[in-house]
Protein backbone atom coordinates (compact mmCIF):
# COMPACT_ATOMS: atom_id res chain seq x y z
CA UNK A 1 0.00 0.00 0.00
CA UNK A 2 1.66 3.71 -0.77
CA UNK A 3 2.29 5.62 1.90
CA UNK A 4 2.39 9.06 2.27
CA UNK A 5 4.16 11.58 5.07
CA UNK A 6 3.53 15.05 6.16
CA UNK A 7 3.73 18.81 8.47
CA UNK A 8 1.28 18.37 10.80
CA UNK A 9 0.85 21.33 13.36
CA UNK A 10 0.55 20.16 16.95
CA UNK A 11 -0.20 23.02 18.66
CA UNK A 12 1.73 26.94 19.22
CA UNK A 13 5.32 26.28 18.43
CA UNK A 14 5.26 22.96 17.34
CA UNK A 15 5.26 20.98 14.45
CA UNK A 16 6.00 17.39 13.34
CA UNK A 17 6.23 15.00 10.24
CA UNK A 18 3.76 11.96 10.57
CA UNK A 19 2.44 9.47 8.59
CA UNK A 20 -0.92 10.47 6.94
CA UNK A 21 -3.43 9.09 3.99
CA UNK A 22 -2.02 8.61 0.53
CA UNK A 23 -4.35 11.69 -1.38
CA UNK A 24 -7.16 9.86 -2.92
CA UNK A 25 -8.94 11.53 -6.03
CA UNK A 26 -12.40 12.43 -4.11
CA UNK A 27 -13.71 15.12 -2.20
CA UNK A 28 -15.86 13.79 0.06
CA UNK A 29 -17.67 10.62 -0.86
CA UNK A 30 -17.30 11.47 -3.96
CA UNK A 31 -14.87 10.74 -7.39
CA UNK A 32 -12.83 14.00 -7.80
CA UNK A 33 -12.14 13.02 -11.69
CA UNK A 34 -11.26 16.78 -12.44
CA UNK A 35 -8.16 16.41 -10.14
CA UNK A 36 -4.75 15.00 -9.96
CA UNK A 37 -2.30 13.30 -7.37
CA UNK A 38 1.10 14.86 -7.49
CA UNK A 39 4.34 13.48 -5.96
CA UNK A 40 5.79 16.82 -4.62
CA UNK A 41 9.10 17.49 -5.73
CA UNK A 42 9.59 20.84 -4.17
CA UNK A 43 6.73 22.42 -1.30
CA UNK A 44 7.61 25.91 0.37
CA UNK A 45 7.58 27.12 4.18
CA UNK A 46 5.67 30.43 4.14
CA UNK A 47 5.38 33.33 6.29
CA UNK A 48 1.81 32.69 6.35
CA UNK A 49 1.82 28.77 7.78
CA UNK A 50 3.95 30.45 10.43
CA UNK A 51 1.29 32.53 11.84
CA UNK A 52 -0.29 29.50 12.18
CA UNK A 53 2.35 27.60 13.94
CA UNK A 54 3.04 30.52 16.31
CA UNK A 55 -0.53 30.12 17.37
CA UNK A 56 -2.08 33.22 16.03
CA UNK A 57 -5.24 31.88 14.49
CA UNK A 58 -7.76 29.20 14.98
CA UNK A 59 -6.04 26.56 12.89
CA UNK A 60 -7.12 23.29 14.14
CA UNK A 61 -4.61 20.95 15.44
CA UNK A 62 -3.28 17.88 13.32
CA UNK A 63 -3.76 20.58 10.11
CA UNK A 64 -1.23 19.30 7.01
CA UNK A 65 0.22 22.16 6.13
CA UNK A 66 1.62 23.81 3.39
CA UNK A 67 0.33 25.82 -0.16
CA UNK A 68 3.52 26.43 -1.94
CA UNK A 69 3.06 23.17 -4.26
CA UNK A 70 5.77 22.41 -7.36
CA UNK A 71 5.05 18.61 -8.32
CA UNK A 72 4.91 15.66 -11.13
CA UNK A 73 1.41 14.22 -11.71
CA UNK A 74 1.30 10.58 -11.04
CA UNK A 75 -2.44 10.00 -11.34
CA UNK A 76 -5.03 11.98 -13.49
CA UNK A 77 -9.34 11.49 -13.07
CA UNK A 78 -11.26 10.90 -16.03
CA UNK A 79 -12.38 14.39 -16.70
CA UNK A 80 -8.78 15.89 -16.83
CA UNK A 81 -7.69 16.55 -20.03
CA UNK A 82 -4.96 18.80 -20.87
CA UNK A 83 -2.56 17.44 -18.18
CA UNK A 84 -1.02 14.42 -18.14
CA UNK A 85 1.08 12.08 -15.97
CA UNK A 86 4.65 12.81 -16.06
CA UNK A 87 4.43 16.65 -16.22
CA UNK A 88 5.75 18.35 -14.05
CA UNK A 89 3.32 21.33 -12.74
CA UNK A 90 3.40 24.21 -10.50
CA UNK A 91 0.34 24.67 -8.17
CA UNK A 92 -0.89 28.22 -7.50
CA UNK A 93 -1.75 28.43 -3.72
CA UNK A 94 -5.48 29.69 -4.63
CA UNK A 95 -7.69 26.61 -5.27
CA UNK A 96 -10.03 27.93 -7.70
CA UNK A 97 -13.04 25.84 -9.73
CA UNK A 98 -12.24 27.98 -13.01
CA UNK A 99 -16.36 28.05 -13.09
CA UNK A 100 -18.02 30.37 -10.70
CA UNK A 101 -18.37 34.32 -11.33
CA UNK A 102 -14.77 35.14 -9.80
CA UNK A 103 -12.80 32.84 -11.48
CA UNK A 104 -14.29 33.77 -14.93
CA UNK A 105 -13.44 37.23 -14.05
CA UNK A 106 -9.91 36.33 -12.94
CA UNK A 107 -10.51 36.60 -9.64
CA UNK A 108 -9.20 33.44 -8.64
CA UNK A 109 -8.17 33.98 -4.34
CA UNK A 110 -11.81 34.35 -3.92
CA UNK A 111 -13.14 31.87 -5.89
CA UNK A 112 -17.15 30.97 -4.74
CA UNK A 113 -17.35 27.02 -4.79
CA UNK A 114 -13.96 25.43 -3.39
CA UNK A 115 -14.76 26.74 0.72
CA UNK A 116 -18.18 26.66 2.28
CA UNK A 117 -16.90 29.16 4.86
CA UNK A 118 -15.94 31.90 2.88
CA UNK A 119 -15.12 33.17 -0.65
CA UNK A 120 -11.47 31.74 -1.17
CA UNK A 121 -9.32 28.52 -0.57
CA UNK A 122 -5.57 27.34 -0.24
CA UNK A 123 -4.08 23.99 0.54
CA UNK A 124 -3.33 23.22 4.28
CA UNK A 125 -4.37 26.89 5.92
CA UNK A 126 -6.78 27.31 8.65
CA UNK A 127 -10.55 28.43 7.46
CA UNK A 128 -9.93 27.98 3.77
CA UNK A 129 -11.39 24.75 2.85
CA UNK A 130 -10.36 22.20 4.92
CA UNK A 131 -7.73 21.04 2.26
CA UNK A 132 -5.12 19.15 3.13
CA UNK A 133 -1.90 20.70 2.71
CA UNK A 134 1.44 20.06 0.60
CA UNK A 135 4.45 19.91 3.05
CA UNK A 136 3.82 16.49 2.18
CA UNK A 137 5.44 13.83 -0.55
CA UNK A 138 2.12 13.68 -1.98
CA UNK A 139 -0.82 15.58 -2.61
CA UNK A 140 -4.24 16.04 -4.48
CA UNK A 141 -5.30 18.74 -6.79
CA UNK A 142 -8.67 19.83 -8.09
CA UNK A 143 -9.76 21.30 -11.26
CA UNK A 144 -6.43 20.92 -12.72
CA UNK A 145 -7.05 21.94 -16.02
CA UNK A 146 -7.85 24.93 -14.52
CA UNK A 147 -5.20 25.30 -12.45
CA UNK A 148 -2.25 23.73 -12.50
CA UNK A 149 0.84 25.85 -14.61
CA UNK A 150 2.78 22.97 -17.01
CA UNK A 151 6.26 23.14 -17.28
CA UNK A 152 6.73 22.07 -21.32
CA UNK A 153 10.70 20.89 -20.27
CA UNK A 154 10.88 19.05 -17.11
CA UNK A 155 15.20 19.07 -17.45
CA UNK A 156 14.90 23.19 -17.90
CA UNK A 157 12.38 23.36 -15.04
CA UNK A 158 14.50 21.50 -12.44
CA UNK A 159 17.66 22.86 -13.76
CA UNK A 160 15.69 26.16 -12.38
CA UNK A 161 13.86 24.88 -10.15
CA UNK A 162 14.76 26.58 -7.08
CA UNK A 163 13.29 29.62 -8.87
CA UNK A 164 10.30 27.85 -10.15
CA UNK A 165 9.19 26.80 -6.96
CA UNK A 166 8.24 30.10 -6.27
CA UNK A 167 5.61 30.41 -8.53
CA UNK A 168 3.29 29.13 -6.47
CA UNK A 169 2.96 31.73 -4.14
CA UNK A 170 5.63 34.27 -2.95
CA UNK A 171 7.10 35.56 -6.12
CA UNK A 172 3.42 36.22 -7.82
CA UNK A 173 2.87 37.40 -4.55
CA UNK A 174 5.30 40.35 -4.19
CA UNK A 175 5.04 41.22 -7.73
CA UNK A 176 1.36 41.51 -7.56
CA UNK A 177 1.86 43.83 -4.20
CA UNK A 178 4.33 45.88 -6.52
CA UNK A 179 1.73 46.20 -9.08
CA UNK A 180 -1.16 46.82 -7.36
CA UNK A 181 1.03 49.81 -5.83
CA UNK A 182 1.21 50.89 -9.19
CA UNK A 183 5.06 50.53 -9.28
CA UNK A 184 7.12 51.37 -12.46
CA UNK A 185 9.62 52.83 -14.62
CA UNK A 186 11.34 55.50 -12.69
CA UNK A 187 9.54 54.80 -9.59
CA UNK A 188 10.68 55.15 -5.64
CA UNK A 189 8.76 52.75 -4.03
CA UNK A 190 9.09 51.56 -0.22
CA UNK A 191 8.51 47.70 0.99
CA UNK A 192 8.04 47.16 4.31
CA UNK A 193 9.06 43.64 5.50
CA UNK A 194 12.36 41.85 4.18
CA UNK A 195 11.12 38.26 4.67
CA UNK A 196 10.68 35.88 2.03
CA UNK A 197 7.79 38.04 0.46
CA UNK A 198 9.12 41.40 1.10
CA UNK A 199 12.57 40.57 -0.60
CA UNK A 200 10.12 38.78 -3.72
CA UNK A 201 8.29 42.27 -3.76
CA UNK A 202 11.87 44.20 -3.96
CA UNK A 203 12.88 41.91 -6.63
CA UNK A 204 9.84 42.40 -8.78
CA UNK A 205 9.58 45.96 -8.17
CA UNK A 206 13.42 45.97 -9.86
CA UNK A 207 11.96 43.71 -12.55
CA UNK A 208 8.81 46.32 -13.19
CA UNK A 209 11.83 49.31 -13.65
CA UNK A 210 12.18 51.27 -10.16
CA UNK A 211 14.00 53.44 -9.98
CA UNK A 212 14.74 53.30 -6.47
CA UNK A 213 13.75 50.26 -3.78
CA UNK A 214 14.08 50.96 -0.03
CA UNK A 215 13.20 47.65 2.23
CA UNK A 216 12.45 48.11 5.88
CA UNK A 217 12.89 45.65 8.57
CA UNK A 218 14.44 45.11 11.86
CA UNK A 219 16.28 41.80 11.25
CA UNK A 220 19.91 42.85 9.97
CA UNK A 221 20.55 39.58 8.61
CA UNK A 222 17.20 40.04 6.29
CA UNK A 223 18.13 43.89 5.46
CA UNK A 224 21.46 42.71 4.23
CA UNK A 225 19.95 40.24 2.39
CA UNK A 226 17.97 42.90 0.91
CA UNK A 227 20.90 45.14 -0.24
CA UNK A 228 22.94 42.06 -1.68
CA UNK A 229 20.50 42.81 -4.69
CA UNK A 230 20.64 46.62 -4.99
CA UNK A 231 18.14 47.74 -2.48
CA UNK A 232 18.57 50.42 -0.75
CA UNK A 233 17.48 49.59 3.72
CA UNK A 234 16.29 50.83 6.38
CA UNK A 235 16.63 49.67 10.05
CA UNK A 236 13.44 50.18 12.12
CA UNK A 237 15.01 49.56 15.08
CA UNK A 238 16.09 53.24 14.84
CA UNK A 239 14.52 56.14 16.74
CA UNK A 240 15.20 57.96 13.52
CA UNK A 241 11.20 57.72 11.97
CA UNK A 242 10.60 55.95 8.60
CA UNK A 243 10.03 59.17 6.62
CA UNK A 244 13.54 60.41 8.36
CA UNK A 245 15.57 57.68 7.21
CA UNK A 246 13.81 57.72 3.08
CA UNK A 247 14.45 61.44 3.53
CA UNK A 248 18.22 60.80 3.75
CA UNK A 249 18.24 58.17 0.25
CA UNK A 250 15.72 60.23 -1.95
CA UNK A 251 16.10 63.89 -0.14
CA UNK A 252 11.83 63.76 0.43
CA UNK A 253 10.47 61.83 2.74
CA UNK A 254 8.07 60.62 0.20
CA UNK A 255 7.92 57.58 -2.21
CA UNK A 256 5.46 57.25 -4.94
CA UNK A 257 4.31 53.32 -4.05
CA UNK A 258 4.47 51.30 -1.30
CA UNK A 259 3.97 47.94 -0.24
CA UNK A 260 2.80 45.98 2.96
CA UNK A 261 4.58 42.84 2.84
CA UNK A 262 4.82 42.58 6.81
CA UNK A 263 0.81 41.92 8.06
CA UNK A 264 -1.03 41.73 11.32
CA UNK A 265 2.20 40.38 13.49
CA UNK A 266 3.91 44.18 12.78
CA UNK A 267 5.64 45.58 15.55
CA UNK A 268 6.53 49.51 16.68
CA UNK A 269 9.19 51.53 15.52
CA UNK A 270 12.42 52.51 17.61
CA UNK A 271 11.79 52.12 21.15
CA UNK A 272 8.58 50.35 20.32
CA UNK A 273 9.84 47.70 18.47
CA UNK A 274 9.60 45.27 20.76
CA UNK A 275 6.09 45.55 20.91
CA UNK A 276 3.15 44.49 18.78
CA UNK A 277 1.39 47.14 16.77
CA UNK A 278 -1.11 45.23 14.41
CA UNK A 279 -1.65 48.73 12.72
CA UNK A 280 1.97 50.09 12.50
CA UNK A 281 2.48 48.95 8.90
CA UNK A 282 -0.65 50.47 7.73
CA UNK A 283 -0.13 54.13 9.21
CA UNK A 284 3.47 54.35 8.33
CA UNK A 285 2.72 53.68 4.43
CA UNK A 286 0.41 56.09 4.28
CA UNK A 287 2.44 58.78 5.86
CA UNK A 288 5.39 58.45 3.78
CA UNK A 289 3.49 57.56 0.24
CA UNK A 290 2.96 60.90 -1.78
CA UNK A 291 -0.21 62.16 -2.36
CA UNK A 292 -1.95 60.02 -4.91
CA UNK A 293 0.07 56.78 -4.55
CA UNK A 294 -1.03 53.67 -3.77
CA UNK A 295 0.13 51.31 -1.41
CA UNK A 296 -0.43 47.27 -2.09
CA UNK A 297 -1.32 45.23 1.01
CA UNK A 298 0.01 41.45 0.07
CA UNK A 299 0.43 41.20 4.08
CA UNK A 300 -1.72 38.76 6.04
CA UNK A 301 -4.20 40.27 7.78
CA UNK A 302 -7.02 37.88 9.65
CA UNK A 303 -10.62 38.05 10.90
CA UNK A 304 -9.52 35.99 14.25
CA UNK A 305 -6.28 36.67 16.39
CA UNK A 306 -6.18 34.82 19.22
CA UNK A 307 -2.88 36.19 20.19
CA UNK A 308 -3.76 39.40 19.73
CA UNK A 309 -2.53 41.93 22.33
CA UNK A 310 -5.82 44.07 22.46
CA UNK A 311 -9.92 42.53 22.24
CA UNK A 312 -10.22 44.52 18.95
CA UNK A 313 -7.38 43.00 17.26
CA UNK A 314 -8.65 39.83 18.23
CA UNK A 315 -11.40 39.92 15.14
CA UNK A 316 -9.03 41.90 13.19
CA UNK A 317 -10.27 45.63 14.13
CA UNK A 318 -6.77 47.75 14.22
CA UNK A 319 -6.44 51.05 14.52
CA UNK A 320 -6.03 52.52 10.94
CA UNK A 321 -5.97 56.14 9.54
CA UNK A 322 -8.17 56.10 7.41
CA UNK A 323 -8.39 60.02 7.24
CA UNK A 324 -5.01 60.22 6.27
CA UNK A 325 -5.20 57.57 3.34
CA UNK A 326 -8.32 59.36 2.42
CA UNK A 327 -6.96 62.72 2.36
CA UNK A 328 -3.84 61.64 0.53
CA UNK A 329 -6.18 60.21 -1.98
CA UNK A 330 -4.30 57.54 -1.98
CA UNK A 331 -5.77 53.83 -3.40
CA UNK A 332 -5.72 50.50 -1.42
CA UNK A 333 -5.49 47.39 -2.75
CA UNK A 334 -5.84 44.45 0.10
CA UNK A 335 -6.47 40.53 -0.24
CA UNK A 336 -4.71 36.95 -1.56
CA UNK A 337 -3.01 37.33 -4.75
CA UNK A 338 -4.67 35.70 -7.63
CA UNK A 339 -1.48 33.84 -8.79
CA UNK A 340 -2.67 32.78 -12.04
CA UNK A 341 -3.27 36.16 -13.18
CA UNK A 342 0.43 36.36 -13.28
CA UNK A 343 2.61 33.23 -12.77
CA UNK A 344 2.88 32.13 -16.50
CA UNK A 345 4.57 35.49 -17.64
CA UNK A 346 7.15 35.41 -14.35
CA UNK A 347 7.97 31.40 -15.31
CA UNK A 348 8.94 32.95 -18.41
CA UNK A 349 11.09 35.97 -16.97
CA UNK A 350 12.95 32.83 -14.73
CA UNK A 351 13.19 30.61 -17.59
CA UNK A 352 15.10 33.56 -20.04
CA UNK A 353 17.21 34.97 -17.13
CA UNK A 354 15.23 37.81 -16.40
CA UNK A 355 15.23 37.52 -13.11
CA UNK A 356 17.23 35.19 -10.18
CA UNK A 357 14.31 34.93 -7.50
CA UNK A 358 15.93 32.47 -5.82
CA UNK A 359 18.90 34.14 -5.34
CA UNK A 360 16.90 37.09 -4.07
CA UNK A 361 15.21 35.44 -1.49
CA UNK A 362 17.66 32.91 -0.23
CA UNK A 363 15.94 29.55 -1.25
CA UNK A 364 17.41 27.12 1.34
CA UNK A 365 16.50 23.46 0.37
CA UNK A 366 16.11 21.35 3.49
CA UNK A 367 14.60 17.61 3.54
CA UNK A 368 11.01 16.96 5.10
CA UNK A 369 12.33 15.73 8.21
CA UNK A 370 14.40 19.08 8.26
CA UNK A 371 10.67 21.09 8.32
CA UNK A 372 10.26 21.33 11.84
CA UNK A 373 13.80 23.00 12.39
CA UNK A 374 12.89 24.86 9.26
CA UNK A 375 10.12 26.36 11.25
CA UNK A 376 12.16 27.50 13.93
CA UNK A 377 14.94 28.72 11.95
CA UNK A 378 12.42 30.60 10.31
CA UNK A 379 10.94 32.18 13.60
CA UNK A 380 14.12 33.68 14.41
CA UNK A 381 14.17 35.59 11.44
CA UNK A 382 16.47 33.46 9.07
CA UNK A 383 17.11 35.52 6.15
CA UNK A 384 15.98 32.33 4.12
CA UNK A 385 12.96 31.21 2.11
CA UNK A 386 12.70 27.16 3.13
CA UNK A 387 12.51 25.07 0.16
CA UNK A 388 11.14 21.18 1.35
CA UNK A 389 12.60 18.23 -1.14
CA UNK A 390 10.38 15.44 0.35
CA UNK A 391 12.09 12.52 -2.08
CA UNK A 392 15.75 14.22 -2.29
CA UNK A 393 14.91 14.99 -5.83
CA UNK A 394 16.54 18.54 -6.18
CA UNK A 395 19.16 17.02 -4.26
CA UNK A 396 19.73 14.38 -6.65
Known amino acids: MATNRGVAY ?4 KVEVQSIDFPKLALGSRKCEHGVILKVVTTNICGSDQHMVRGRTTAPLGLILGHEITGEVIEAGRDVEFVKVGDLVSVPFNIACGRCRNCKEGKTGICLNVN ?4 GAAYGYVDMGGWVGGQAEYVMVPY ?5 LKFRDKDQAMAKIKDLTLLSDIF ?5 GAVSAGVGPGSTVYVAGAGPVGLACAASCQLLGAAVVIVGDMIPERLAQAASFGCQTVDLRKDATL ?6 I ?3 PEVDSAVDCVGFEAH ?3 KEAAQERPATVLNSVMQITRAGGAIGIPGLYVTDDPG ?5 AKTGTLGIRIGLGWAKSHAFTTGQCPVMRYNRQLMMAILHDKIQIAKAVNATVISLDDAPQGYKDFDRGAAKKFVIDPHQTVAA
Do not use: K
Open 308 to 312: ATDAN
Open 243 to 248: GEQIEQ
Open 250 to 252: LGV
Open 172 to 176: PTGYH
Open 116 to 119: PARP
Open 144 to 148: ADFNV
Open 268 to 270: GQG
Open 10 to 13: MGPG
